[in-house]
Structure formats: C-alpha cells, structure tokens
C-alpha cells in the first residue's frame, strides 16, 4: 500500500492550492484519513481529519474557515483545499491513512509529503 501527496507548490500570500492524497495497492477498505503538517524547527501537527471513512471532520484552528478536507473513496482519494494561504502555512504536508488490506488487518499509513510554500 502506497500513499502519495501531490499539489504543493509554491504560492503567494492569499492565494489557494488543492493538494491530492492517492492511496493504491492492496486496499480493502480506507477508514481514518487525515493530513498533517511540518515546517522546519517544529512539531508534526494535525491540519485536518476524518474520523472515520465517511464522518466527521476536524480541523485546526488555525486553518478553520480557510482549508477544506474531502475525500472521494471511490477513488481512494483524499483532497485538501488550502484558500487564503498564509506564510505560517510553509511546510511539508503529508497524508495518513488507515488502511484495512483484508477484513482483519488495519495498518497506519503515511505518504513522503509534498512542500507548501507561502511567499509574503
């Protein structure tokens, strides 16, 4: 099982990105999925979640009202939309997943992460 990010770039200030989440390989079901965050010098944190494969979302407060997280399982497929984009938002996002590969197995997933860059 493969996650990989797409759609970072880099932007200025006020500007938008949609950045993608593709899941492929093995997959038998795709529950939690969720995207988080790391600029440099500091802590991974959460940016946006689903709970579960089609529930509720959570966000950070920090990006309320300005990013959108969707998904379409359909295609195994996770999205976010970044729309007022802030240089505080600079960093490497990255995609999880949690993964069934049979009716039994659940594993946590990551992607290797695409760069966000915000220009002032």
């Known amino acids: 099982v493969q996650l990989v990010e797409s759609g970072g770039g880099l932007v200025q200030a006020g500007g938008s990105l949609r950045l993608s989440c593709a899941a492929s390989?093995?997959?038998?079901?795709?529950?939690?999925m969720g995207w988080y965050r790391q600029a440099p010098g500091k802590q991974r944190e959460l940016v946006a979640t689903?709970?579960?494969?089609?529930?509720?979302?959570n966000y950070a407060d920090s990006v309320k009202g300005r990013f959108t997280i969707s998904r379409d399982n359909a295609k195994n497929t996770m999205y976010l939309q970044m729309n007022s984009l802030k240089p505080e938002d600079s960093a490497m996002y990255y995609c999880?997943?949690?993964?069934?590969?049979?009716?039994?197995?659940?594993?946590?997933?990551w992607g290797q992460g695409t760069q966000v860059t915000v220009s002032s």
């Open positions: 999880t997943a949690d993964i069934q590969v049979s009716p039994s197995y659940e594993y946590n997933y």
């Open positions: 689903f709970t579960s494969r089609g529930g509720s979302t």
């Open positions: 390989g093995s997959i038998f079901s795709i529950n939690a």
